[in-house]
């Protein structure tokens, strides 16, 4: 059986088990549920079926699951019986998912020669969305639209060059483009995920709340087990709360995107708790009570405070929480790591944030002032993460009178 997006026959005794494969890779870069389930159908049809264990592996990695490194040994063994290509692919999504900045050019240099393979592709893409610095956004963009000849009307393509030309700068432009994967395949938890993150660029967070609330209606037994679900009903929370429905915003932050309720995985989760309880703390002066696990949020995140974009999530949590000590100590965290330019974004924006919970707000205004335009997109994430830094220096310039 031909990969419908490569173009390559897939190595398989079995056409039902390609079929499960080939079902569980739209699962996967859709974020919906099942994924799991249809390749261990594909591998009960074909034990030897190298690319499905590929696939089982990098969602049991994913999943912190214990037999992650059995599935990761039998595949790259079967690997040698497949082709060319399947080694290929193997080696590349391996070298992502265990040193992902290790491999970076090599993993550049198969996607150039591989232009369909999207599973690849889109996760270098998400590598470089969080740790791609400065330049990420044009890279991003360069890589997608490399692949355009080959994948220019697959949904999946799509939904990741809208997202991707929004983020660059062009939310309009985006916005048809996704609209185009959204109908191509409804049901994609990733692409309304998109979607969200376009309209909420564009500043229409009623628009938001309409579509994922419609969406939400129609689809939410496919998307609850999906690994964006509690990210996607955040999105609609801070939609919520954008219109002035705070209440509702905060109970449903609680109910599916707080850190003892999500399905998100841990970074998305330490972004969702930063970003809704500072941003509420911003505009409202309220402190929310720090629960046990989002204790073990931050802890579990102090070998990272070096990354600007941790530095920034957790600082923002300890302000919006009222743990000054747990803020001093945060800064003082991120002083001990190794002198690199990213330590000394990461030091500029805690110290900011220190400076506004002391009332020193000229002083956070200045800091955060000199804090430009390249070095906010090097910050790691998306447009979200670059509009919490504008609303703390706001913050702090409306403070500051």
């Known amino acids: 059986m031909i990969h419908s997006r490569t173009g390559n026959t897939l190595t398989t005794v079995s056409e039902q088990a390609a079929r499960y494969y080939l079902n569980a890779l739209d699962l996967i870069l859709g974020s919906e549920s099942g994924a799991k389930a249809q390749l261990d159908k594909a591998l009960q049809q074909d034990p030897q079926f190298a690319l499905a264990l590929a696939a089982r592996y990098m969602l049991a990695k994913d999943a912190n699951d214990p037999a992650a490194p059995d599935l990761k040994s039998k595949a790259q063994a079967l690997a040698a019986e497949a082709s060319e290509w399947e080694q290929s692919h193997i080696d590349a999504l ?38 791609g610095g400065e330049h990420k956004l044009t890279r991003v963009l360069d890589i997608l639209r490399a692949s355009e000849a080959t994948l220019g009307s697959d949904w999946a393509y799509l939904a990741r060059l809208g997202f991707a030309i929004s983020e660059a700068g062009e939310p309009a432009k985006g916005r048809v483009i996704q609209e185009r994967a959204l109908k191509l395949r409804p049901q994609a938890l990733y692409t309304i995920h998109g979607y969200a993150h376009i309209l909420h660029d564009l500043g229409v967070p009623n628009e938001s709340v309409d579509l994922v609330h419609r969406w939400l209606d129609e689809h939410r037994a496919s998307a609850e087990g999906g ?103 945060c800064r003082a965290q991120v002083q001990e790591k190794a002198a690199s330019a990213n330590r000394d974004l990461a030091l500029q924006l805690v110290g900011a944030i220190v400076h506004l919970s002391k009332g020193d707000y000229r002083q956070a205004a200045e800091v955060l002032g000199n804090v430009t335009p390249a070095q906010r997109i090097s910050v790691g994430g998306s447009y979200v993460e670059r509009m919490l830094i504008d609303l703390l220096e706001n913050a702090a310039l409306e403070r500051a009178g």
């Open 94 to 131: 391996f070298g992502l998912l265990e040193d992902p900045y290790g491999n970076l050019e090599r993993t550049r240099a198969y996607v150039a020669h591989n232009p369909g393979d999207l599973l690849v592709i889109s996760q270098l893409c998400g590598y470089l969305i969080f740790y």
């Open 227 to 329: 690994a964006l679900y509690g990210h996607l009903q955040w999105h609609l929370a801070l939609a919520e709360w954008q219109v002035g429905l705070r209440e509702a915003a905060w109970t449903r932050y609680r109910q599916y995107c707080a850190p003892e309720t999500t399905t998100s995985g841990p970074v998305l989760t330490l972004a969702d708790c930063g970003g809704f309880l500072l941003r509420d703390y911003l505009k409202s002066g309220e402190t929310s009570a720090q629960s046990a696990a989002v204790t073990a949020l931050i802890a579990r995140f102090e070998g990272m405070l070096g990354h600007p974009f941790i530095a920034l999530h957790v600082a923002g949590i300890h302000i919006a929480t009222g743990d000054f000590e747990g803020l001093e100590r």
